[in-house]
């Protein structure tokens, strides 16, 4: 059970941690935040905070679009984060998030003038996605947010309607995800992850132009398929029917880790199950993740 948040200023107990109904952000979902994750390695016996500074660097240019500005370097919210982390005493995996909002009343549909907070808290994670194996997958009827409307490279909170409308079309149509087209009909991404697929031994992932988010998992698994498995990675536009063919394909992020595609809209990827390509990134992932590669350690932030 969480025990601390990050608010108003200090770290306090949670059950304190309340923002008013006047919330700009409540309303107008004028904010942005971030999803890290911290991961216990049992052998190390330590929790490893992955790629803090690329996170906040993320959640630090998500909050200029919104010139939200809280005062702090990326150092100190990476100081923060763990200070927060070693207070919860935490020996398991667990999800962090920090989010910047507006507190200015209910009348303030703007950016500028406005009074930024931070808030941060962290607790325990699971599974992301319920279900064994590879993942069934269905398109939206939804399009991707576009850049135009809504920064899409950035994790700005009114965006995840978008993210929820999708979810739920597919786990009520029967998925367990949603892959969504962005405006031009190509195809961007998942509710909350990015998209990776390999066709003929190419590893491809849609460029961020494609109204991609800045995916930190995604920046991670591109380095490793150039760097540590010597193949060849593309940023390319991709169509759906496309992806019907490919010989297997994959999400990436922070909350779903490395998860294995099935099927889409019904139609076998590869064989149905997990592929060779997919199955060794996730055993990297992990590995990388909980400090076993030495290479990577300097990724990792370590609590204790
Ligand atoms: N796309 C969206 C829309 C997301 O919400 C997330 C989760 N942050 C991702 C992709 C994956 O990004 P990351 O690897 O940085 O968690």
């Not at 979810?167 to 892959?179: D, H, I, P, R, S």
């Not at 590869?270 to 990577?296: C, E, F, R, W």
Request: glycine fraction near 8%; include cysteine; proline fraction near 3%.
């Amino acid at each position: 059970m969480t025990k601390y948040a990050y608010h108003e200023g200090a770290i306090r107990p949670i059950s304190e941690a309340h923002i008013s109904v006047t919330c700009t952000t409540f309303h107008y979902g004028i904010g942005c935040f971030g999803g890290l994750r911290a991961f216990w390695s049992d052998r190390d016996k330590q929790l490893y905070l992955f790629r803090p500074s690329d996170h906040y660097k993320r959640l630090l240019n998500s909050a200029k679009f919104l010139m939200s500005d809280i005062g702090k370097t990326n150092a100190e919210l990476v100081d923060l984060t763990v200070e927060l982390l070693r207070k919860e005493e935490w020996k398991e995996n667990v999800y962090i998030r920090p989010i910047i909002y507006k507190d200015d009343g209910v009348f303030r549909v703007q950016l500028h003038d406005s009074t930024d907070k931070l808030a941060i808290f962290s607790h325990p994670v699971g599974a992301y996605i319920k279900g064994d194996g590879a993942l069934r997958v269905g398109f939206s009827t939804w399009r991707r947010v576009d850049d135009n409307a809504i920064p899409a490279r950035g994790k700005i909170s009114g965006t995840y309607i978008n993210s929820a409308l999708a979810k739920t079309e597919a786990v009520l149509n029967g998925f367990q995800e949603a892959l969504v087209l962005n405006q031009d009909g190509h195809v961007s991404e998942a509710s909350a992850a990015n998209l990776f697929v390999v066709r003929d031994g190419v590893v491809i992932t849609p460029p961020i132009t494609d109204n991609v988010l800045e995916g930190i998992t995604r920046k991670t698994i591109i380095e490793f398929a150039r760097e540590d498995m010597g193949l060849e990675v593309v940023e390319r536009s991709i169509d759906r029917s496309e992806l019907y063919l490919v010989d297997e394909a994959f999400f990436c992020g922070t909350g779903v880790g490395v998860a294995a595609i099935g099927s889409i809209d019904h139609r076998l990827i590869g064989d149905g199950s997990t592929g060779p390509i997919a199955a060794k990134m996730l055993a990297h992932y992990q590995n990388v993740v909980t400090g076993g590669v030495p290479k990577y350690k300097s990724w990792l932030t370590p609590v204790y």
